[in-house]
Structure formats: C-alpha cells, structure tokens
C-alpha cells in the first residue's frame, strides 16, 4: 500500500500546484480531484514500480489531470463530475507510465522502464501501450457507430442491446 499511498499524496500535491499557478489559490475539491487521480494512474503499476516511481506518477496524474479538468471547457463536454479529465486522463498516465518506472527490483517478473536502464524493454512495452490504446479507441468508435434501435423506451436500453432482433420496431 505504500504506493498507493504515495501516489495519491502526492498527485493532490501535483494537481493543488498546477491550482496555485494557474488561478492564484488552491481549492478543497481540487486537492480531493488529485488524490483520486493519483489512484487512478497508480492502480494499474503498483505492483511493478518503486515507490520513489509512485512519487513521479502522482506528481504526473495529478498534473496532467489538473491540466485535462479544463479542456471540458474548450470541448464543451457536460462533465460536472470530472469524470473525463479524473479517471479517462488518470487512467492513460498510469499504464504509460509503467514503461518509464517499471522496475525489476520490485517485482521480479518486470521489465526495466526507460528511468531504470531498461531502455529497449522500456520502449517496447510503450508501443504496446500505444498499439492497445489504439485498438480501444477503434473498439470506442464501433461502439458509437452501433445506434441503438428506435424505440429503447420500450424495451429498455439492456433489453434493446442484447436482444436487438426482438425489440425492432
């Protein structure tokens, strides 16, 4: 659990920085934003990096998602919860960070990262990480070119989608 802990310390540090730079104060909420995304972003790496790792991943997640809170603004997204800029954006950092802190010191079945001498390991598990997002952005993009059938009200929404023969109208 240290670095659970770790990284939500210090991505509500991170996230209350880019706060404190970009409006003049720091808010509650904003340190409360950050400690979730440093959860977020380290969820997926705990187990394959240093906790001196998780310092650098919560400063990043929180960063980064402080900065992703305020692109709902310029894209017009209707997300009062955050959602987007909390666990989408935290959830990207943390896999690719892996490729950076990965150690094989605190778990010996990983690689290296880019930060530890494992440069070639390193950026093969980054193309990985970059081919597999690709792949759920396509799978995202099916998923929205897949309508669903005009009268959902009926059937409901589950009932429509698993059975969409039964519920045309």
Not at 12 to 24: C, D, H, N, S
Not at 39 to 48: E, H, K, Q, S, Y
Not at 87 to 100: A, E, R
Request: with cysteine; charged share 10%; net charge positive.
């Amino acid at each position: 659990w240290v670095n659970t802990n770790t990284a939500a310390a210090t991505a509500l540090m991170g996230w209350v920085a880019v706060e404190k730079l970009r409006y003049g104060k720091c808010t509650a909420l904003g340190a409360a934003s950050g400690a979730v995304a440093g959860l977020v972003a380290i969820t997926p790496c705990a187990g394959f990096v240093s906790p001196m790792g998780s310092i650098f991943i919560g400063v990043i997640a929180g960063a980064v998602c402080a900065i992703a809170i305020n692109l709902k603004y310029r894209l017009g997204l209707d997300d009062s919860l955050d959602v987007v800029g909390v666990h989408l954006v935290g959830g990207w950092v943390g896999p690719l960070c892996i490729g950076f802190f990965s150690t094989s010191g605190t778990n010996p079945i990983a690689t290296n990262g880019v930060f530890y001498g494992g440069v070639t390991s390193g950026a093969k598990l980054l193309l990985h990480q970059f081919g597999g997002l690709g792949g759920a952005g396509r799978g995202r993009a099916q998923d929205q070119a897949d309508p669903v059938p005009a009268r959902p009200d009926v059937a409901g929404h589950e009932g429509a989608l698993l059975h969409p023969r039964q519920h045309q109208s």
